[in-house]
């Protein structure tokens, strides 16, 4: 699997202290090694950021079931390669590169006011 890949839902597990379970097993993005730039977003970065995170949630929910469920590791690991995939195609479908995704996720957990205003707009 791509390192991008282990990143992204990493990222986007962190973003809001969402430590789903395929997040989890993949390790953070320092532990895979991966640097990932943050983004000083705009707020239409910000908002097109909210509304996309919004989608990668809903989307995220039946993955996590069926990983809880899983019985084996090799299930699991298919599980999150699917997973990987359908959230990445999420982000991409919705107009925004990984980069930039995972960028703004990394800059709201370093900073609590534009975690607060992010969370505002998902709410």
Do not use: C, H, W
């Amino acid at each position: 699997m791509a390192q991008t890949l282990k990143a992204f839902l990493a990222a986007a597990a962190i973003a809001f202290g969402l430590f789903s379970p395929y997040a989890m097993a993949q390790g953070s993005p320092a532990a895979t090694g991966t640097a990932i730039p943050v983004v000083q977003p705009s707020d239409a970065q910000l908002q097109r950021y909210a509304d996309i995170y919004k989608v990668v949630v809903k989307e995220a929910e039946p993955y996590q079931s069926r990983f809880a469920a899983a019985k084996t590791d090799e299930e699991r690991q298919a599980i999150v390669i699917e997973a990987d995939q359908r959230l990445v195609d999420v982000v991409k479908g919705k107009g925004m590169e990984l980069d930039e995704y995972n960028g703004i996720s990394l800059a709201i957990q370093q900073d609590p006011a534009l975690r607060t205003r992010v969370e505002g707009m998902v709410k």
